[in-house]
């Protein structure tokens, strides 16, 4: 048994926080949060540069071969500055690309980094739902997938229907996902610029989060062979991922609050030494922890028991997003009144806390996933 | 990352598995009415409890991180995992004297003379001789160093021991406790504490069960009435008594953070209970409860694993390990509630595992340090976060107690 990071790991996590430091992320949401989006700097060709649009990708394949977990060790760096890389869109789409074989004329190009793709999120059917799913536009009524007509000799197809809150959609070379052909689930990607296809970009609150919504009107498409296992086990990875990230974001949280709450004084003593600001900074310490091991559950479960996947990704979604709305309340709270001004950090990582835990079906839709799950599990024993 | 055996390991486990299919049979079968010889009445269960730990010990599953010398197998944590997991496996009973064999075992191994790891440990590890850990008192709990409990050094060089201990677990059938006594009140708390072994079938020792709020005692007061205890006894020196204590403590930590589920307060049994109601499995929000109770539950199991990583590596798991009994007991807490909000009164009646459980965590929250204690532990020694002003600093014990209003 070894649960822990392997030097390459660590080297992996180290780059990436080193990568990043290179740019003024913090003080660029603020700008974008201003109205200044183009405040917020391009870091896709750094990720490029680093290699990680590649993660997921075979070596074969021009990738680097890694896991699912190498990729969270990424996304949590990108969440601890609140970095706009897009890589949550990216990656779950790179995952399904890597399952195709007819799709290998793209492959190489997505792990370069050369051209970028966004997962069009689709939610496998549940313990209580038979069909698939995507996040609605407005309310709570999931809504169906898009679907596609049938194929025509070259394996083309044509989609129609449209996907809400797709993450990292605007300026997408194409979009990866799931269309339903006659009920049945299939693998599809779309080029951007093929005519039929629409992007609307979408702020909801964070301004370093891009969305848009994507619609399909007859737009061409090609059906990939992915199986069906690769297009169920996009939708954890992407949970995973955010999970991933969220749990970044914590860490900074909680590192700038423990600080704060040790230099600031009242009644001639330092915050940090009152049980009630103490007690509250170690809930969100226990609570990144669990996350933290829930990662690495998720992590070793990719391969080591895939069928636990689907498990451990959500439990990890379900921690990890009211981890992050614990450590930035906790981060306003401990900062007295200035942790609630425009002016300070601690609104961004409320924002991106409010925000995350409404994408991609939601934390207590990964909460619901989890007792999906387990009640199978029981009644299975 | 991994968490299958390595070869050495799986070698290990086969060993430990074969063991069992040969023995399994000679188990005492325990509080199950529909076995054929089971056993309800509490002497005998302790009694073929102890038999079983005898055989356990010499088939070298009990005391498996003891070094050979004391008739341990000299093997490390990751073993001790595989030993508990094949006994639960087997579905057997492990060994009884966990608190002697993990904790108090170990720390008479670190800190105890020759003679008394020759006269106590055997017995020990064979369940001849059950222990208990004589700590906590009615006034000092979270507080440990404030205990009370007087031992005064005789002319012969022999002490007399009088007080009061409170929670301990086993202590109406052990032969021998672990006591931490006071033995001098004119120095700082931290500084005029032993260590002793105490025969708790010496004169002045009472044992009374302590009731709980289920109506069960599994602890006990126990009362000490001018016991006399030979030179001897002293274990780790005298005013050493609180290094030898962390010693026990941090023992304590290694138990629960890799043996949290042994508790039994695991996702699987909480989904169990809700998976039998057609209806409340479907409800949105029991799920959505469900979810996140079993999701914290979960993480405790793999930060089980990653403190076992830490114990391989030769790390000592920290304080934090004490964040994953927070998780527990609070976990567990929300189930049993939403369990019983399911099942209506039903899950409150005299024989339902849940009535048991709902009346057993509010103790729990406390047990082993309150969960205040433990989260200005892990603030101070995790977080770094200053310590709370205190009053007790530097100030002799017998000063301390009478600033209280109380006599030293």
């Known amino acids: 048994m ?48 680093a ?56 492959v190489g190009m997505l792990a370069s980094g050369e051209r970028r793709a966004a997962y069009l999120p689709a939610q496998p059917p549940s313990d209580l739902d038979g069909s698939w799913s995507a996040d609605p536009a407005h309310g709570s009524l999931r809504a169906g997938l898009p679907t596609a007509g049938a194929a025509d000799a070259d394996g083309r197809v044509r989609v129609d229907g449209r996907v809400a809150f797709v993450p990292d959609a605007p300026g997408a070379s194409g979009f990866v996902g799931v269309a339903t052909m006659d009920g049945d ?61 969220s749990l970044g974001s914590v860490e900074t949280a909680l590192e700038v609050s423990v600080a704060y709450a040790k230099e600031r004084f009242t009644f001639g003593r330092a915050i940090g030494s009152y049980q009630a600001v103490k007690h509250s900074l170690t809930e969100v310490l226990r609570q990144l922890e669990n996350g933290r091991s ?46 609630a001004t425009w002016e300070h950090d601690a609104p961004l990582y409320f924002r991106r806390a409010q925000l995350s835990r409404r994408l991609l079906g939601g934390t207590a839709g990964a909460s619901d996933r989890v007792a999906g799950e387990l009640l199978a599990q029981a009644d299975a024993a | 990352m991994d968490l299958d055996d390595t070869p050495e390991q799986a070698a290990y486990r086969a060993q430990v598995r074969s063991w069992l299919g040969e023995h399994k049979d000679e188990a005492p079968v325990i509080g199950d009415p529909t076995h054929p010889g089971a056993l309800e009445d509490e002497q005998e269960i302790i009694a073929a409890r102890r038999v079983w730990q005898g055989k356990l010990a010499e088939g070298g599953l009990a005391g498996v991180t003891w070094p050979k010398e004391y008739g341990g197998q000299g093997l490390g944590p990751i073993e001790q ?26 720390t008479i191994i670190a800190h105890g003379s020759e003679e008394q790891k020759s006269r106590y440990l055997g017995p020990m590890l064979h369940g001849d001789e059950v222990w208990c850990q004589l700590f906590s008192e009615p006034a000092a709990g979270s ?108 023992f304590e930590r290694v138990t629960i953070g890799l043996g949290g589920e042994g ?26 409860q469900l979810g996140e109770i079993a999701s914290e539950l979960l993480a405790v199991r793999f930060t089980g694993y990653r403190t076992l990583t830490a114990l391989q590596k030769g790390q000592i798991p920290g304080p934090e390990a004490g964040l994953a009994k927070v998780t527990i007991v609070n976990g567990a807490i929300k189930a049993g509630d939403l369990i019983a909000d399911v099942q209506g009164p039903d899950a409150l009646a005299a024989d339902s595992q849940w009535a048991y459980m709902i009346s057993f965590l509010p103790g729990l929250k406390s047990a082993g340090g309150t969960e205040e204690i433990l989260r200005n532990t892990i603030g101070e020694r995790v977080l770094g976060l200053p310590p709370e002003p205190r009053l007790d600093k530097g100030i002799p014990f017998s000063e301390l107690r009478s600033k209280e209003g109380a006599p030293a």
């Not at chain 2, 049994?269 to 479907?282: K, N, P, W």
């Open chain 1, 51 to 106: 290699g990680w649009p590649g993660l997921l990708i075979d070596e074969a394949h021009g990738g680097a071969g890694l896991d699912v977990f190498d990729a969270m060790l990424v996304l949590g760096e990108c969440g601890r500055v609140l970095a706009r890389v897009p890589l949550l869109g990216h990656l779950p789409a790179s995952a399904i690309v890597n399952d195709s074989p007819n799709a290998a004329e793209w």
């Open chain 2, 81 to 106: 995992v595989i030993c508990n997991q094949e006994i639960a496996a087997a579905k057997v009973p492990g060994i009884l004297d966990a608190i002697g064999v993990g904790m108090l075992g170990p």
């Open chain 2, 143 to 250: 507080d440990l160093a404030a205990v009370q409990t007087r031992a005064r050094q005789q002319d012969d060089g022999g002490w007399r021991l009088s007080g009061q201990k409170v929670w301990t677990t086993n202590a109406q059938f052990a032969s021998y406790g672990l006591l931490l006594a006071r033995t001098d009140a004119d120095v700082p708390k931290h500084k005029g504490l032993t260590m002793f072994v105490v025969p708790m079938d010496a004169e002045g020792v009472t044992v009374r069960g302590l009731r709980q709020i289920s109506g069960e005692a599994e602890f006990n007061e126990v009362f000490f009435d001018d016991v006399a205890l030979e030179q001897g006894a002293v274990v780790g020196g005298v005013g050493n008594g609180w290094g030898t204590a962390l010693t026990t403590l941090m």
């Open chain 2, 263 to 288: 508790l039994g307060y695991n996702s699987g049994r909480f989904a169990a209970a809700i998976a039998s109601d057609g209806h409340a499995r479907r409800d949105v929000e029991v799920r959505r």
């Open chain 1, 294 to 339: 829930l990662l690495y559950y998720a992590g070793w479960a990719r391969n080591g028991a895939p069928a636990e996947f689907p498990l451990a990704a959500s439990a990890a979604r379900s921690v990890g997003g009211r981890a992050l709305d614990a450590a930035a309340r906790t981060m306003i709270s401990v900062h007295g009144g200035i942790g």
């Open chain 1, 2 to 49: 070894n649960l822990a990071l392997s030097d390459e790991q660590e080297f992996l996590r180290e780059a990436a926080r080193g990568t990043l430091s290179r740019f003024k992320t913090l003080a660029a949401a603020r700008e974008a949060l201003d109205g200044d989006e183009g405040a917020l700097p391009d870091l896709w060709p750094a990720a490029c540069e």
């Open chain 1, 185 to 245: 689930p299939v693998g599809v990607a779309v080029l951007s610029d093929s005519p039929g296809v629409a992007v609307e970009p979408v702020t909801r609150y964070d301004s370093t989060r891009s969305l848009g919504h994507v619609s399909f009107t007859d737009a061409p498409a090609v059906l990939l062979d992915a199986p069906r296992e690769s297009l169920v086990a996009a939708w954890y990875i992407a949970q995973a991922l955010i999970a991933a990230e």
